[in-house]
């Protein structure tokens, strides 16, 4: 994902969120789609890549942060650039990363 193989990622990812449950399965889902986005938008389907990341935003909004290790505030806030941004026409933002939460602090 992070290094922009969305389409791979997407195949992978959907094979793990087949056998997850509760709100990982959920924070899997918006990867999912996030990553579907990103591929649609390479192909040149920007009303796709708009809707998808749209959804993904749905799915992210209820997500606990950090979960499954992701910090989930910083792909929301990527991913409310990217859509700025295709909304706009602005100059697009690097891709959306999947970044590792912060340990806590001890």
Do not use: M
Not at 1 to 10: L, T
Not at 14 to 20: A, G, L, N, Q, S
Not at 44 to 54: C, K, Q
Request: hydrophobic fraction near 40%; glycine fraction near 6%.
């Amino acid at each position: 994902f992070n290094q922009g193989y969305f389409y791979d990622a997407h195949e992978v990812l959907e094979d793990v969120w087949r056998e997850t449950a509760g709100p990982p399965k959920n924070f899997l889902q918006a990867l999912i789609q996030i990553a579907v986005a990103l591929h649609h938008h390479g192909a040149g389907n920007v009303v796709g890549a708009s809707s998808l990341l749209a959804k993904a935003q749905t799915r992210l909004a209820v997500c606990p942060d950090p979960c499954e290790g992701i910090c989930v505030a910083a792909l929301r806030e990527n991913v409310q650039h990217w859509q700025h941004a295709l909304a706009s026409g602005s100059p697009l933002p690097p891709f959306p990363q999947a970044q590792p939460s912060s340990p806590p602090k001890l």
